[in-house]
């Protein structure tokens, strides 16, 4: 079993819906998680962090954890075709590093 | 503000040769620095940590005699490529995160090719 899983894509959503975004993880005590953005030939950039249980908003973008169940989740609402990229799931695993997914590739249908 | 600097952008070296890469915060102080690799179509890749003042620590598999990190002060890290090789042809990533944070901020990535 991976660390952090995420399914691969590609994940097609209309102009204008909700895209829903999701990762799943092995170790029960990872503390914080983070989603990354990356565009095809740029480096991630940080889109959420989240820490407890619940909803985080941010925007247009709403991180989910599941603490119980191993999962965090990424909304994106009113998806626009700037949205269209990779996104990374990020974990911590123990002081320092972060274990990253594999990544979900999204494209928004103008 | 989270502001990380890599330079060059990209760059073009011959077989045998060293390519230093430089990965800067700008506008924090990063006590812990990371250098990724990524192939395309790949996920990210650790290759190693680095706190500032000490030695790095590599992932395993990662040759730290041909990977070099520095990491002399909060704002700077460095990665030399030694004796480049094509297989050593890569997007190199740095990221950067401040003292009692948890996120990483990641630099724009520099494009190594060797011919």
């Known amino acids: 079993q991976k660390e952090v899983e995420q399914n691969s894509g590609p994940l097609s959503v209309p102009e204008g819906a909700i895209a829903s975004l999701n990762c799943t993880y092995s170790d029960r005590v990872s503390q914080s998680f983070f989603w990354y953005r990356q565009y095809s030939g740029k480096s991630p950039e940080l889109i959420m962090s989240i820490y407890s249980n619940g909803d985080k908003e941010d925007g247009r973008f709403t991180a989910q954890l599941n603490k119980a169940s191993q999962y965090v989740s990424l909304l994106i609402r009113d998806s626009q075709p700037s949205d269209s990229a990779t996104y990374l799931c990020?974990?911590?695993?123990?002081?320092?590093?972060?274990?990253f997914g594999q990544g979900t590739r999204l494209t928004i249908n103008p | 503000g989270a502001v990380v600097s890599q330079h060059p952008s990209w760059v073009i070296c011959k077989s045998g040769t060293s390519v230093k890469i430089e990965c800067r915060s700008l506008d924090f102080q990063a006590t812990t620095m990371f250098w990724y690799r990524q192939f395309p179509k790949q996920s990210l890749m650790l290759m190693a940590t680095s706190n500032e003042g000490s030695k790095a620590t590599y992932e395993q598999g990662v040759e730290k005699d041909k990977f070099l990190i520095n990491h002399a002060s909060l704002t700077l890290s460095t990665l030399t490529v030694t004796s480049a090789h094509p297989e050593d042809s890569s997007f190199y990533i740095c990221?950067?995160?401040?003292?009692?944070?948890?996120?990483?901020?990641f630099g724009p990535g520099t494009r190594l090719t060797v011919t």
């Open positions: 990020a974990v911590n695993k123990g002081a320092q590093k972060l274990v």
């Open positions: 990221s950067a995160r401040g003292l009692n944070a948890y996120e990483q901020y």
